[in-house]
T-cell receptor, first 113, second 117 residues
Framework: GQQLNQSPQSMFIQEGEDVSMNCTSSSIFNTWLWYKQDPGEGPVLLIALYKAGELTSNGRLTAQFGITRKDSFLNISASIPSDVGIYFCAGQNYGGSQGNLIFGKGTKLSVKP | DTEVTQTPKHLVMGMTNKKSLKCEQHMGHRAMYWYKQKAKKPPELMFVYSYEKLSINESVPSRFSPECPNSSLLNLHLHALQPEDSALYLC????????????????FGNGTRLTVT
């Protein structure tokens, strides 16, 4: 089945720094999604991407749907302590039994004040 | 606040107990999902309901029994669980199942932290 490679696995950064993480796949997706999960809570949708090449922002977050449809990145600018958490990418396809999310393994972000 | 509500937030049960997890959404979504998440791992799909019908069962043991009484509610009935079933159980919903086209992103609840003793 389809698998996603998400990197880096973890990041330790200073408050105010920019962050970049990405996901790659050996096959294409119709949709890329980015979620953030805080301890003890469910994943919260950050950005949804629907078209190859699409670049979308949500506040300090920017994500892009790769032109080949096999990758996506998420950037966080000027990180703050509340950015701490685990970030998951997820790919989604349409049709048949593929119609649900494939998750990356997550990027754990730690921010030093 | 999440628009998918799960109860209870925490549950401790013995291996002979029967309990149920509940999920509710009022966004008009017609696809609902159960996921299981172990610590430091991504969520793993268990079941998908589309228009109140079970459309996907990811080879989940029969000690987990889902139920969708109506378009807003989703239950997960638990019986004779094992300690390795301890995990965070997440409910999610989307506008539609993506089986026939774009279904919209999944929105997750905050989960039920289940401990089996």
């Amino acid at each position: 089945g389809q698998q996603l490679n998400q990197s880096p696995q973890s990041m330790f950064i200073q408050e105010g720094e920019d962050v970049s993480m990405n996901c790659t796949s050996s096959s294409i997706f119709n949709t890329w999604l980015w979620y953030k999960q805080d301890p003890g809570e469910g994943p919260v949708l950050l950005i949804a991407l629907y078209k190859a090449g699409e670049l979308t922002s949500n506040g300090r977050l920017t994500a892009q749907f790769g032109i080949t449809r096999k990758d996506s990145f998420l950037n966080i600018s000027a990180s703050i302590p509340s950015d701490v958490g685990i970030y998951f990418c997820a790919g989604q396809n349409y049709g048949g039994s593929q119609g649900n999310l494939i998750f990356g393994k997550g990027t754990k972000l730690s921010v030093k004040p | 606040d999440t628009e998918v509500t799960q109860t209870p937030k925490h549950l401790v049960m013995g291996m002979t107990n029967k309990k149920s997890l509940k999920c509710e959404q009022h966004m008009g979504h017609r696809a609902m999902y159960w996921y299981k998440q172990k610590a430091k791992k991504p969520p793993e799909l268990m079941f998908v309901y589309s228009y109140e019908k079970l459309s996907i069962n990811e080879s989940v043991p029969s000690r987990f029994s889902p139920e969708c009484p109506n378009s807003s509610l989703l239950n997960l009935h638990l019986h004779a669980l094992q300690p390795e079933d301890s995990a965070l159980y997440l409910c999610a919903s989307s506008l539609r199942d993506t089986g026939q086209g774009p279904g919209g992103p999944l929105h997750f609840g905050n989960g039920t932290r289940l401990t089996v003793t």
